[in-house]
Each structure stands twice: as structure tokens, then as C-alpha cells.
């Protein structure tokens, strides 16, 4: 199995930035895709953002425009670029295979809190 460790979050205020990266254990250069996952308090968790293996990316309605992920095979590394963060982005972050559990279980995530 694949070991996922996210980190980067932290507190920031609205319209502020944070990059997240996700360290796996194990290579990732062969994982179809990856993705970022967030999940708000109350809430399920949610898909927000995915690559595959040749850059290929696909976000949710809400970040659109404003979070890039990206992915260093060679480093089996995964991050999440996060600009003009708003309260709504307030959740925990985790990065997984997508579709997720294919290749390892949720690491810990990281928390992202957005406020003023």
C-alpha cells in the first residue's frame, strides 16, 4: 500500500494563498491519477481537484481559477496551489489515488482554516 502524508495547511484570511503538498511513500509515477479531497466540518468528503499521470487536470465548480494541483512523479509528490481562499475553503485536506483507495488508505490530511 501507498502511505499519503498532506501538509501545508494552516490559518490564513480571506483572499490569501497556501500551497499544500502530499508526500506518498510509495511511487506514484504509475498511479493513473491523483487527487485532492476536502472535507468541511459536518460535511462529506469531496473531490476538489485531479491530474493524471501525463498533467491532465479537472476541478470542481467552486475552485475553478483559483487552486492548481500538480504532481512531481519523481519526487512522488502531489500539491495543491490555493489562491484567493475564501471561508467556504475551510475544511481538511487529503490527497489519494483517484478514484481514492485504490492504492492506500487517507493519511492524517491537513486543516486549512480561511478567517478574518
Known amino acids: 500500500q501507498v502511505q499519503f502524508v498532506e501538509s501545508g495547511g494552516g490559518l490564513v484570511q480571506p483572499g490569501g494563498s497556501l500551497r499544500l503538498s502530499c508526500a506518498a511513500s510509495g511511487s506514484i509515477a504509475n498511479l493513473y491519477g491523483m487527487g485532492w479531497y476536502q472535507q468541511a466540518p459536518g460535511e462529506q468528503r469531496e473531490l476538489v481537484a485531479t491530474?493524471?499521470?501525463?498533467?491532465?487536470?479537472v476541478y470542481t465548480g467552486s475552485v475553478k481559477g483559483r487552486f492548481t494541483i500538480s504532481r512531481a512523479n519523481g519526487k512522488n509528490a502531489v500539491y495543491l496551489q490555493m489562491n484567493n481562499l475564501k471561508p467556504g475553503d475551510t475544511a481538511v485536506y487529503y490527497c489519494?489515488?483517484?478514484?481514492?483507495?485504490?492504492?492506500?488508505?487517507w493519511g492524517q490530511g491537513t486543516q486549512v482554516t480561511v478567517s478574518s
Open positions: 491530474i493524471t499521470t501525463d498533467g491532465a487536470t
Open positions: 489519494n489515488s483517484h478514484p481514492a483507495l485504490v492504492f492506500g488508505p
